[in-house]
């Protein structure tokens, strides 16, 4: 029988949403303050879903702690009090604007391909405050 494991972490970054071909004016009727240079932050919410058999022996789904490591390594040291349009090459300055829905994308294949062999990924959900979220879910 397949388990899911929920698990929720938290970080603080910044961003900017703009594109350098735009005008000021542009930039501002697309993406409103969030416009405003140098940028904005938020504490952000990420939840983890993974799902697999529960081991016999240890009664879990994944190793809480070696989940804790990866989601650590593959996403909350590239951007726990960073800002997201430096320190994440997807999200320089004329790449991917640092939205929810794009921190969801950049971070469903860097969990995919890290999750130990038996568990997979079934949904990535990034808040960035109690009323915005964007979620991916396998189902």
């Known amino acids: 029988m397949a388990i899911r494991l929920i698990r929720r972490y938290r970080f603080a970054a910044s961003h900017l949403y703009r594109r350098p071909e735009w005008s000021e ?17 938020h504490n952000y919410r990420l939840t983890v879903t993974v799902t697999g058999e529960v081991g016999p022996q240890t009664g879990f789904v994944v190793d809480l702690a070696e989940l804790d490591r990866i989601v650590g390594r593959e996403v909350l040291e590239q951007v726990d009090h960073h800002h997201l ?19 969801v994308a950049w971070i469903h294949p860097r969990l995919t391909k890290a999750l130990p062999a038996g568990v997979r990924l079934v949904s990535v959900r990034v808040a960035e405050d109690e009323d915005l979220a964007a979620e991916w879910n396998a189902d």
Do not use: D, M, Q, T
């Open 25 to 41: 004016e542009e930039n501002l009727r697309r993406f409103g303050k969030c416009s405003n240079l140098p940028g904005h932050g």
């Open 85 to 103: 349009n430096i320190a994440v090459p997807e999200f320089a300055e004329g790449g991917r604007i640092p939205s929810s829905e794009n921190l």
